[in-house]
């Protein structure tokens, strides 16, 4: 008689279901499997004889044949252990059919026995709540990992004997004891206090507080008024920026502080991201559920594999994982041509899609890109008194970044060097130049300018100013007479493309929304083609 068992195949982000067939009969013995296995996979076989044996299930020899379907799925990884050794038990022992129907089972089986820990749970489980089983079977290392998704019911364990017990016993899908649903991401005991479950909360919502508190502030940063302008603008629309100024000048520290002023993500964008990083493997602590918007910043030696994805079955890159938060490039001229290039089909359609040997994974790639860069090798021009650089050498070194990668960057503004003064003024006992304003207040008008777009948008399938299609541009940002001579001037003077024109306008309308205008005026023009002007300065 064939058994067949639920589990699930890990592919990219997402879950496949996969039915785990056994046939275990009397014959020539042996252990053969099917279904476009990986060597992974296919190494099974002698960990589930093992462990079988070491839990005390001994087993007359016998041709066991086991097929994991669909075929044309590609199965990787060590997930299949536990369900190939549920679906051989299954043709001795007495195990609940009702339990087999509607539980999907993962894990990793040790020589003993033993289930140990499996990444990408989160996608698995996931998979298993839209296939309609109401239960999960997997490693109780894995346990608090899967709790954070809501409405599925999860039984922990670590050893197959557990397993074994689970099926004989009669009750419902759940472990009589522990009951785990998922709900915001922590484990619900039966006899739990409703009390304790509150100061659970409540130390949870203080230590959030105090890793906002220990984060990099804007009040720490001196002078940069206009730098800070730009940023907050740029948050705003969620508009690509680049800032481009002397050694020194405070870029990197501007970009690090970015983090601070962005609105928290909801509970849909904290299950994407979970997911998306356990399937990466990068879910091994806790909390499992990722609240804080990511701050991906690699090195500029990075390949381009690890910069898009990459692997037979193409893991998540530095893009993908930058998804909901910030993708910071430093010297951004030091990355190799070919890496940055990577970055423009994803800024403008938000995800990557990668083809590999085994098939083509789409992931996210939602992020607010900040790129920070010299204006040359030494870091100095346009002062000449401190430049050491020929033109044709700082040519060179601002020709790294191609024109239609430098059309993608919304905004491009000069740092320039802090003033003695604006270093030294608040030390002095002096009044500073102007309010010292926190990142706390810049994140809250951050939050209303976008929930300004978030009602704007409704029903548009998209949520910010800068992921507006010609037709919404169009249809949000017109424009009076004066205000269209203003950009035509400005579009025959510096010779703009069309796509650099709709982004003048989409920055224009998300200042606009910061200072509570419903239409765009001469003033919000102006500022977003200001925000070109460095482009002029630097690359004529």
Not at 430 to 451: F, K, L, Y
Not at 498 to 521: F, Q
Request: charged share 25%.
């Amino acid at each position: 008689m064939v058994h067949c068992i639920h589990s699930v195949a890990l592919y990219g982000m997402d879950g496949i279901p996969i039915s785990v067939e056994a046939d275990v009969r009397n014959g020539f013995p042996a252990f053969e499997m099917f279904g476009d296995l990986s060597a992974q996979v296919k190494e099974a076989g002698g960990r589930v004889r093992s462990a079988l044996y070491n839990s005390g299930y001994s087993m007359k020899p016998q041709r066991i044949s086991i097929n994991l379907s669909p075929a044309n799925v590609r199965k990787e990884g060590n997930a299949f252990d536990l369900p190939i050794a549920v679906a051989i038990l299954a043709s001795f022992l007495p195990l609940s059919a009702e339990k087999l129907a509607q539980t999907m089972f993962a894990g990793e089986l040790g020589l003993d026995g033993s289930i140990r820990r499996i990444p990408g749970i989160l996608p698995m489980v996931f998979a298993a709540r839209e296939a309609g089983w109401r239960c999960c079977v997997i490693p109780e290392e894995n346990r608090k990992e899967a709790s954070v998704l809501p409405e599925m019911e999860l039984l922990g364990v670590g050893s197959l004997q557990e397993v074994v017990a689970f099926l004989t016993e009669r009750g419902g899908c759940a472990c009589p004891a522990v009951r785990y649903t998922g709900k915001e991401g922590k484990t619900a005991d039966i006899e739990e206090s409703e009390a304790a479950k509150e100061r659970e909360a409540a130390e949870e919502s203080e230590g959030d507080r105090r890793k906002r508190e220990d984060r990099p502030d804007f009040a720490e940063v001196a002078g940069q008024q206009g730098i800070k302008r730009a940023i907050e603008v740029a948050v705003s629309g969620r508009h690509n920026l680049l800032l481009i100024g002397s050694a020194g000048s405070g870029k990197t520290m501007l970009a690090r502080r970015v983090p601070g002023i962005l609105p928290l993500m909801n509970k849909k964008e904290q299950l994407e991201l979970s997911r998306l990083y356990s399937a990466a493997g990068l879910l091994k602590e806790e909390p499992y559920l990722i609240k804080e918007r990511p701050f991906r910043s690699p090195h500029h030696s990075i390949t381009k594999a690890a910069m898009a994805g990459g692997g037979r079955i193409p893991r998540a890159g530095e893009i993908s994982l930058a998804h909901q938060g910030v993708l910071f490039l430093d010297e951004l001229a030091e990355f190799s041509s070919e890496t940055l290039e990577t970055l423009r089909q994803p800024l403008e359609e938000q995800q990557i899609t990668l083809s590999r040997t085994y098939g083509t994974v789409t992931y996210p790639a939602d992020f607010f890109l900040i790129a920070a860069m010299n204006p040359c090798r030494c870091g100095y021009y346009p002062d000449r008194s401190r430049c050491r650089c020929d033109e044709a050498q700082v040519k060179r070194y601002l020709n790294r970044i191609s024109g239609p990668l430098l059309e993608r960057l919304d905004l491009v503004a000069s740092v320039e060097p802090v003033s003695w003064r604006e270093m030294t003024c608040p030390a002095d006992g002096m009044e500073p130049m102007s309010g010292i304003e926190t990142s706390a207040m810049i994140r809250e008008r951050v939050a209303h300018v976008w929930q300004i777009q978030r009602e704007r948008f409704a029903g548009e399938g998209i949520l910010y100013n800068s992921r507006m299609n010609q037709r919404q541009v169009e249809r949000y940002c017109p424009l009076g007479k004066a205000e269209r001579e203003l950009l035509e001037e400005a579009f025959l003077r510096f010779g703009i493309s069309a796509r650099v024109y709709h982004k003048i306008l989409k920055i224009a309308r998300t200042i606009a929304d910061m200072e509570g205008s419903e239409r765009i005026t001469e003033g919000h023009l102006s500022e977003a083609i200001h925000y070109r002007g460095a482009v002029i300065q630097f690359w004529g």
